[in-house]
């Protein structure tokens, strides 16, 4: 095991394939010299030079469509967006095109993309730079999507996605890129579509993703010095979500809560509240509860930021009030 950076992971991830297979190639804005906003592909512009390792013009609908067309005709491109929020000027690109091509070709054309981009709160960036999108995507068949907690996951779910014949929507958060954990010396690959139990437990189960992990496990160490035992599952995939690891996880514990940076209204907890009532609502010892963000526009007064963001304490609130319903049941 080494220990690295949540960016450093990304970096070896994309070093590894590029080296294993010459068709992956990285474009976006500031990814060259550079080394990309947040440092992810500093260095790979010296080792692999300009071919592949694009700077492009400041066009997100440029860099995706390049990125869709290439992979259309045998590339495995790794595009960046700086931001999630610029994704927008992008949409059509993926919505209409990346995510419809394979299908509407009848299988005959692949969409090998990965489209890396960050999102999230932590630096008062605004309500412009700082919002939470992956509903829009996880709505959308023919897309995948993942948002990877830790540098282990990163690294593993990065090669798989460039691995992946499918557009892939690679969401990390501006709040991980500086967190440290174990990462395996040995390259590996971690599966699309396989959440991981990051404490086992047995009262109620926790469901999050991304940054809110980190507040998801501060949360359950918090509780279990009041001897209440919290499950944390780490989704790591959003499209397709793990419901067998979901659903084995509150079978046991008869009690849920989800938990996401994103607003509450549309956000994947709601999905997740339907699937656990829709196969577990008779053996429900409490409702599903969420910790979302409310439906507020992010501001760029860190503090007022901060107040929005879901934080341990009230995810402690939440699981409390699961357990309370127990009493009333009985």
């Known amino acids: 095991m080494s220990v690295m950076m949540y960016r450093d992971a990304l970096r070896r991830a994309l070093y590894e394939e590029m080296k294993a297979d010459p068709r992956v190639f990285v474009l976006g804005e500031d990814v060259g010299a550079y080394g990309g906003a947040y440092a992810v592909t500093k260095g790979l512009s010296a080792e692999f030079g300009t071919e592949r390792v694009r700077d492009t013009p400041m066009s997100e609908a440029m860099i995706v469509g390049a990125a869709v067309g290439a992979a259309m005709v045998g590339g495995r491109p790794v595009a960046e967006i700086m931001y999630v929020d610029f994704i927008t000027l992008a949409m059509d690109q993926i919505v209409n095109q990346a995510a419809k091509i394979h299908y509407m070709f009848g299988g005959q054309i692949k969409v090998p993309c990965v489209i890396r981009t960050q999102q999230g709160t932590g630096r008062g960036a605004g309500a412009q730079h700082s919002q939470s999108l992956e509903s829009w995507f996880?709505?959308?068949?023919?897309?995948?999507?993942?948002?990877?907690?830790?540098?282990?996951?990163?690294?593993?779910?990065?090669?798989?996605?460039?691995?992946?014949?499918?557009?892939?929507?690679?969401l990390e958060h501006k709040g991980l890129y500086a967190v440290k954990d174990e990462v395996p010396d040995e390259p590996y690959v971690t599966p699309i579509g396989v959440a991981d139990v990051k404490r086992e437990g047995s009262d109620v189960t926790l469901i999050t993703y991304s940054r809110m992990l980190h507040v998801a496990l501060d949360a359950a160490k918090q509780l279990a010095e009041q001897n209440v035992s919290v499950e944390v599952i780490d989704l790591r995939s959003l499209l397709p979500l793990d419901m067998d690891t979901v659903l084995?996880?509150?079978?046991?514990?008869?009690?849920?809560?989800?938990?996401?940076?994103?607003?509450?209204?549309?956000?994947?907890?709601?999905?997740?509240?339907?699937?656990?009532?829709?196969a577990l609502f008779s053996e429900l010892l409490a409702p599903v509860q969420r910790v979302t963000a409310p439906d507020v526009p992010l501001p760029a007064n860190v503090t007022l930021e901060k107040y929005l963001v879901p934080n341990a304490e009230q995810v402690k609130k939440a699981i409390e009030k699961t357990l309370e319903s127990k009493q009333k049941v009985h």
């Open 248 to 278: 084995r996880s509150v079978a046991k514990t008869r009690r849920a809560v989800v938990l996401h940076e994103a607003v509450l209204t549309g956000g994947l907890g709601g999905e997740l509240s339907a699937r656990i009532n829709e």
């Open 138 to 170: 996880i709505h959308t068949p023919g897309l995948k999507v993942v948002a990877p907690a830790t540098p282990a996951d990163a690294y593993g779910l990065l090669r798989a996605s460039i691995q992946d014949d499918n557009p892939v929507i690679f």
